[in-house]
Structure formats: C-alpha cells, structure tokens
C-alpha cells in the first residue's frame, strides 16, 4: 500500500487553466506538506498543515490555495496557471511537525506541465 | 531558517566509502538532522535522523560534532544504486510554533563503476 500517494502524476495544462493535485496519506500522520521541485531540483516547502491547520505559508502566489478536509488528505489547487508554476509537486506527511524528530514521508511527485 | 550548504556534486567508485557534508551554522537547539535520498522521477526518502554525535543504520552513518553545526552522511561501499540526490534538511522550530523545513540544495552523487 502507498504510504502517500497523490494524484495525477502527470499533468499538461494551457495557461489561464485552475487545476489541482490531490493527495492522501494512509499512515495516521497529523502533518502534511506540499513541496514545489522546480527545474533546478531545488526542493522548496510551500504548505504546512496539522491537524487540519495552517501551519507553514510560505512565499507563494496566492493562486495556490491548499484544502484539507481532514488529517488524511490535503489537496492544491491552483489558479490561473501560468508558464512558471510547471515544476514537480510532492506531497508529503510526518506523526508531526516535521523538524522535532519525525520523519517526512514522501510521494511520488505531481508532474505540471503549463503550455 | 537554520540554512544548509552542502557540494553541489560528487563522483565515486564503486566499493568505496562516500562522505557528504552538509553545513547548517545557524542550527537551532530544537533542530535535529535529517538526510533523504532521492532517485529521478521520485519522491524524497528518509535515509538517517540525528540530533548529536554519531547515528548507524543499515543504511548509512551520521557524524555529528558537538557544535552540531555540520553533519556528515557516510555511505559505506556504494553501489552503482546509490546513484540518487542526497538533501540534508534542518528542522526549526520559532518561538511561534510555525516549523519552517529548509532543504538544501542537495548533492548530486555519481558512482562510476
């Protein structure tokens, strides 16, 4: 069984275009991430959330509008997609806030193409 | 952010011992050490966690000096399956509660067989 798994794995869109990544994680875990891998393979944090809270927000355009219904699942959504948000997605997940000695786990990453 | 620096790229033989540095000067007391690996087309995975001195697993080896402001991933006899990008990531925790995870640039490691 995947661990987290998100959902399409690959996705080709036209500019202007709302699409969004679901994710869900079957561990039990209270935290959750989106992570943004752009061309450069640097690995940026985007969104926190424990226990269905905002946590971590960081820089990010306010097109990006991450939805947890509950502690499983956190989903992105995002608005008006423009050429610069193609990048590798990855969600993510730990028993807690990741930094105090939890392990992050990771899924399988969520291939945006914009055209 | 505790930010980490660590080499951009890395070569060597299989069968041999691979040591990575990473450089985290601004650690913070709560903070603990995390390497993950991650092969292309993959997501991150957890490979050895640390606060001090030294971790083992099946896996690798985490050295950690006493001023904790550097650690080092040591992988021993790699293969050519250790090919993969090695991040080391700082955890923080502020007065506020947020956690902010920084990665860093991660070290790209080739094993030449």
């Known amino acids: 069984d995947t661990a987290v798994s998100q959902t399409p794995k690959y996705l080709v869109t036209q500019m202007g275009n709302d699409k969004s990544i679901k994710c869900e994680q079957n561990?039990?875990?209270?935290?959750m991430y989106w992570y943004k891998q752009d061309s450069k393979k640097f690995l940026k944090i985007m969104f926190s959330?424990?226990?269905?809270?905002?946590?971590i927000n960081e820089t990010v355009p306010n097109r990006f509008s991450p939805k947890s219904p509950d502690k499983a699942h956190l989903n992105l959504h995002i608005n008006s997609l423009e050429l610069g948000d193609s990048a590798v997605y990855f969600c993510?997940?730990?028993?807690?806030?990741?930094?105090?000695?939890?392990?992050?786990?990771f899924g399988e990453g969520s291939w945006l193409t914009v055209v | 952010l505790a930010k980490t620096t660590q080499p951009i790229s890395m070569d060597s033989y299989e069968g041999q011992e691979v040591n990575i540095t990473c450089s985290h000067n601004?650690?913070?007391?709560?903070?603990?050490i995390t390497w993950y690996q991650q092969f292309p087309s993959q997501g991150p995975r957890f490979i050895i966690q640390?606060?001090?001195t030294k971790v083992t697993n099946e896996v690798a080896s985490l050295f950690i000096p006493a001023d904790r402001k550097s650690s080092t991933l040591s992988l021993p006899r790699v293969s050519l399956s250790d090919t993969a990008v090695y991040y080391c990531?700082?955890?923080?925790?502020?007065?506020?509660?947020?956690?902010?995870?920084?990665f860093g640039t991660g070290t790209r490691l080739t094993i030449i067989p």
């Open positions: 959330y424990n226990n269905k809270e905002l946590i």
């Open positions: 990531l700082v955890g923080e925790l502020s007065n506020f509660g947020n956690e902010k995870l920084t």
């Open positions: 601004n650690i913070a007391t709560n903070d603990y």
């Open positions: 993510a997940s730990s028993q807690a806030l990741g930094g105090s000695g939890n392990t992050i786990y």
């Open positions: 561990l039990g875990h209270d935290t």
């Open positions: 640390g606060y001090k």
